[in-house]
């Protein structure tokens, strides 16, 4: 089974801050994301990637931003932290979209990260 | 841009009862994936089921099928025999090949004992 992973379940930041969030996956997937989940608005795109060093901008990506130096890894920054940036925040992954399928490999999520910023 | 729509926030079913959530999607595509995923309270989002437009029959998995009405663009889970691990968030999603997914607002599924 894939296995992905999210440093944190809980972390509380301040205001100004620069936080980190990692996410590490086990099955060699091309692709990584990051979404956050918020009530009533279900998950939305920030980032993702499809590559090493390759970062693409999902629907909302102000004042974040994201790193992919190792396949496996793929990590947001919040540059400097504001209190709207509380939120759930998932990690998913799936195999390459052109890899002989016709594109409907699922994404695997992580446990999410729910981080406060007060 | 492609949009999907959960118009149930909230529902609730006895257990061993059935339940139908729905999803509708606007798209102006022929060819697209339509997938459920769940959320139970505190755990990981897994992928219950998925349906591919060009096909007709509808995907069933054991307890979970679903209801695909692509002129309507409809695309509503059915879930037969409600257990009490089936209490979750479920999410519909949409997705054009080559393109992100799409992800509707989720309706909350409580199931009574």
């Known amino acids: 089974d894939v296995k992905v992973t999210q440093s944190s379940r809980y972390l509380v930041k301040r205001t100004g801050e620069k936080v980190f969030l990692e996410c590490v996956q086990d099955m060699d997937h091309e692709n990584m994301f990051w979404y956050r989940q918020d009530p009533g608005l279900g998950l939305r795109l920030i980032y993702f990637?499809?590559?090493?060093?390759?970062?693409e901008k999902g629907d909302i990506p102000e004042g974040y931003s994201v790193s992919r130096e190792k396949k496996e890894r793929f990590s947001l920054i919040l540059e400097s932290a504001s209190t709207n940036q509380t939120s759930m925040y998932l990690c998913?992954?799936?195999?390459?979209?052109?890899?002989?399928?016709?594109?409907?490999?699922?994404?695997?999520f992580g446990d999410g990260t729910r981080l406060s910023i007060l | 841009a492609q949009t999907v729509t959960q118009s149930q926030p909230e529902m609730s079913v006895q257990e061993a009862e059935t339940v139908t959530l729905s999803c509708t999607y606007d798209?102006?595509?022929?060819?697209?994936?339509l997938f459920w995923y769940k959320q139970p309270p505190s755990r990981q989002m897994i992928l219950v089921i998925r349906q591919e437009a060009y096909k007709q029959q509808n995907a069933t998995e054991n307890r979970f099928s679903v209801n695909f009405q692509k002129a309507a663009k409809s695309f509503s889970l059915k879930i037969s025999d409600s257990q009490l691990g089936d209490a979750a968030m479920y999410f519909c999603a949409y997705k054009l090949y080559g393109q992100n997914f799409v992800f509707g607002p989720g309706t909350r599924l409580s199931v009574l004992p």
């Open positions: 990637s499809y590559d090493v060093k390759m970062k």
């Open positions: 798209t102006s595509e022929s060819d697209y994936y």
């Open positions: 998913a992954s799936s195999a390459l979209v052109n890899s002989g399928g016709r594109g409907n490999q699922p994404q695997h």
